[in-house]
């Protein structure tokens, strides 16, 4: 089970950075050999041939995975905000968000410091995607998604990530989870104060209570992501898509 554990690594690791092609033929490889062990070695050693099946495919993916991790390894190196490209893209990709919630229509898009606080589970991560799919056309790279759990990151901090995105030509920079970088308020500061012109955007949790952070006073615009109304509820279930309606409306004219 060493090579599979090898196997699962690299391919994960590939299709984390967004070279989900490479890791989907490390799987061509597996049924390559698959094929080989059934039509030829199994007729040959029997119940042998049958038991190593298994490991020739997890080796043969292994062959493949070797060297096209080394190749991206490589390529990434030499340009780090290529991975995040990717993974942004993938994401944008495949989001499945069939609520368009209300909130968007509520925020000043143009403030150039946004919070959105919501507890787990709420949908902070969808939202910023489903902000980033309706705002940007696709393939602009002037609009970037980030996790904070990502190992460079976290390595080389906020304010360095933010130059290295801004000296490629982006303008708004969409960070996920940003409590779990180490004194991420002080960060958010030198972000806004070194770079006038690009604004960020970034979740973080609902105890969080962004007054108290002297560092972000009075510049920073906090908006609450909450569980779904009972309209956007039921969008979600009927597929439909119910406007909004005020009480004196609904009084009047239903």
Not at 93 to 120: F, Y
Not at 145 to 171: M, P, R, S, W
């Amino acid at each position: 089970y060493i090579v599979l554990g090898i196997l699962c690594i690299l391919r994960y690791s590939l299709q984390g950075v967004g070279f989900t092609k490479l890791s989907m033929m490390s799987g061509v490889f597996e049924m390559v050999a698959r094929v080989f062990v059934s039509l030829w070695v199994v007729p040959a050693l029997g119940f042998a041939g049958v038991c190593i099946g298994d490991p020739s495919a997890w080796i043969a993916a292994v062959v493949f995975l070797v060297p096209a991790m080394t190749f991206v390894y490589r390529k990434l190196l030499n340009r780090p905000m290529e991975s995040f490209f990717r993974t942004h893209e993938y994401l944008i990709g495949h989001l499945n968000a069939p609520v368009r919630r209300d909130l968007m229509d509520e925020i000043d898009w143009n403030k150039r410091l946004i919070c959105i606080k919501g507890t787990r589970g709420v949908g902070k991560t969808t939202f910023l995607l489903q902000y980033a799919k309706e705002k940007f056309a696709e393939g602009d790279r002037s609009c970037l998604y980030v996790n904070t759990n990502n190992f460079y990151i976290q390595t080389i901090g906020l304010t360095a990530f933010a130059d290295e995105f801004y000296h490629t030509g982006g303008k708004v920079l969409l960070v996920d989870q940003a409590f779990k970088l180490t004194d991420w308020s002080k960060q958010m500061r030198e972000c806004h104060d070194k770079y006038p012109g690009p604004k960020i955007v970034f979740t973080t949790s609902s105890v969080d209570h962004i007054g108290e952070y002297d560092e972000l006073k009075g510049i920073v615009n906090t908006y609450n992501l909450r569980g779904f109304s009972f309209r956007e509820y039921l969008n979600l279930k009927s597929g439909l898509n119910f406007g909004h309606h005020s009480l004196d409306d609904i009084i009047e004219n239903h």
